[in-house]
């Protein structure tokens, strides 16, 4: 299992970034997919989660300004992040809800 996330960058606070996460292997289209998120000296933590069939959840924090998504086709997940704050700093991953080991993270930093 291998999970590469990128679309990570530098932005200025209220812009946007798009995040992808290609998955290797069969897993993907049989498990709910997350997208976490850990900032320096933080724990990290689950800012959006969608199942199979597209229902998603997402942390208080996110809500209404970033969106989950994903393309079983393809094997990849999706976040489409909005109105960033300096506040959503943090190396970015995605994973399943029962996460075994961690692939590589992106970058998303938000300042002026």
């Known amino acids: 299992v291998q999970l590469q996330a990128s679309g990570g960058g530098l932005v200025q606070p209220g812009g946007s970034l798009r995040l992808s996460c290609e998955a290797s292997g069969s897993f993907f289209n049989s498990r709910v997919m997350g997208w976490y998120r850990q900032a320096p000296g933080r724990q990290r933590e689950l800012v959006a989660a969608?199942?199979?069939?597209?229902?998603?959840n997402y942390a208080d924090s996110v809500k209404g300004r970033f969106t989950i998504s994903r393309d079983n086709a393809k094997n990849t997940l999706y976040l489409q992040m909005n109105s960033l704050k300096p506040e959503d700093t943090a190396v970015y991953f995605c994973n399943t809800m029962t996460p075994s080991a961690w692939g590589q993270g992106t970058q998303v930093t938000v300042s002026s």
């Open positions: 969608i199942t199979i069939r597209g229902s998603t």
